[in-house]
């Protein structure tokens, strides 16, 4: 079990923080405005489209893929977004070094065989070394597809833009101070953990862009108001706030020792439990299944009557303590965008709801109540009341991010 002490101690949690994770999560407002700023210096805010494209497909790994989840969200049913992961993976060469390559440095990615002169293609990269990338914005090029690159300036994605008239775009990387701390090897080189707040330099631009077509609804100044909204989150979940204050360690204190299974109501709140779900399998070693009401509830139905749900009774006064780990117990976390029903400026992130909230539910949550109350699981229900869509999913990633990071911190050190 998680020792709760542990997520009150900053020297600690700095310890752990190997590759801090919770510095970059810090500085994920920074990122957005930075992403801004260079993408309107790279050319998009002189780009004038001439109506929208028919399908947008980006292609990317990773929380590029997540971003393409998100902006299909927004996007709605106004124009097709779809995500391209890669479809092949081939041995990669080692480098002059001689240094082991990264696993996706031979990864590949085709085009869908309608993809042409009317769709968009947008290639997103944290490395910009994928060699199947480059090969596929070839691909397009010779399709007639529009191209768009977010890749790190200097890097062979950012150099086969230009050779294929796409329009490049900067991907921010996180800025960390040099402490001089040894580096700690990665139980896996060639599979390294992805930075926590990648999705926000992979998301800036290609929403930006999206604003651009009038793929969105967005105001003109959603994007800086999401840099407000992770700065707060970041004062709110700094790691020298107790955690009675923190709302992130106090979520992370709730999920120790359990199997979550991570509800959400509404499009928002599934993309953001489907982010949530992968950061605690990279970020915390936990698994967790994620699923949107009414679905979740008859395709989790088993996860209440088998051995996590009932469980054993951690009160039996005849368990052994000292022989017998603390049983794992399943653990419900109800995600929902509930624009309107509250002051949204008086909202200090997404707070969680009380089973005595007089907002109304819809038949899902009720059921989903009822179903956790009749199995004796407990169901935590956190909900964002911001009106728009994108600062409410804003407000659920960056609470759940900074949890995920502190179930691991603390998990390491215990």
């Known amino acids: 079990m998680l020792d709760d002490t542990l997520l009150d101690d900053p020297a600690a949690l700095q310890r752990a923080d190997h590759d801090r994770a919770l510095l970059a999560l810090a500085g994920a407002g920074a990122r957005v405005r930075t992403a801004l700023r260079q993408a309107d210096t790279a050319g998009l805010d002189r780009l004038r489209p001439d109506g929208r494209p028919r399908a947008v497909l980006v292609a990317g790994h990773g929380s ?6 998100i902006l299909a969200v927004l996007a ?3 124009t097709l977004v779809a995500p ?3 479809t092949e993976a081939a041995a990669p ?46 691909q397009a090029y010779a399709r007639g597809c529009a191209i768009v690159v977010t890749a790190p300036a200097g890097s062979p994605l950012a150099g086969a833009a230009l050779q294929v008239r796409a329009l490049p775009l900067p991907y921010v990387a996180a800025v960390l101070p040099d402490e001089g701390a040894p580096a700690v090897p990665a139980a896996e080189p060639d599979l390294p953990a992805e930075d926590p707040a990648a999705l926000w330099s992979h998301l800036t631009p290609l929403l930006a862009l999206a604003q651009k077509l009038g793929l969105t609804q967005l105001p003109y100044d959603a994007l800086p108001a999401v840099a407000d909204l992770l700065d707060a989150t970041a004062v709110r979940c700094r790691p020298d706030a107790a955690a009675y204050t923190n709302p992130a360690k106090g979520l992370a204190a709730r999920l120790a020792g359990t199997v979550p299974l991570l509800w959400a109501e509404g499009p928002v709140a599934a993309a953001a439990a489907a982010r949530f779900a992968a950061q605690l399998a990279d970020r915390a070693g936990r698994p967790a299944l994620a699923g949107s009401l009414p679905q979740a509830l008859t395709a989790h139905r088993g996860m209440f009557t088998g051995q996590w749900g009932a469980g054993a009774d951690p009160d039996d006064f005849f368990r052994d303590r000292v022989e017998e780990p603390d049983p794992l117990h399943l653990q419900v976390l109800l995600l929902r965008h509930v624009p309107g029903t509250g002051p949204a400026e008086e909202q200090d992130g997404p707070a969680e709801v009380t089973e ?10 009720t059921r989903a109540h009822r179903l956790a109350a ?16 994108l600062h409410a999913l804003a407000d659920l990633i960056a609470l759940t991010d900074f949890a995920a990071v502190y179930l691991g911190l603390a998990a390491a050190q215990s």
């Open 356 to 365: 005595d909230d007089p907002r109304p539910r819809s038949f899902g949550v």
């Open 93 to 138: 060469r080692a480098d002059r070094a001689g240094a082991p390559p990264a696993f996706t440095a031979g990864l590949g990615w085709q085009l869908p065989g309608w993809a042409g002169p009317l769709d968009l293609l947008v290639v997103s990269s944290a490395d910009g070394g994928e060699q199947g990338l480059i090969s596929l914005a070839e």
């Open 374 to 389: 009749a199995h004796e699981v407990r169901l935590t229900e956190y909900a964002s009341t911001l009106p728009e869509q």
């Open 84 to 86: 391209l992961p890669p």
């Open 64 to 69: 590029a893929l997540t971003a393409a989840e």
């Open 76 to 78: 709605g049913s106004a």
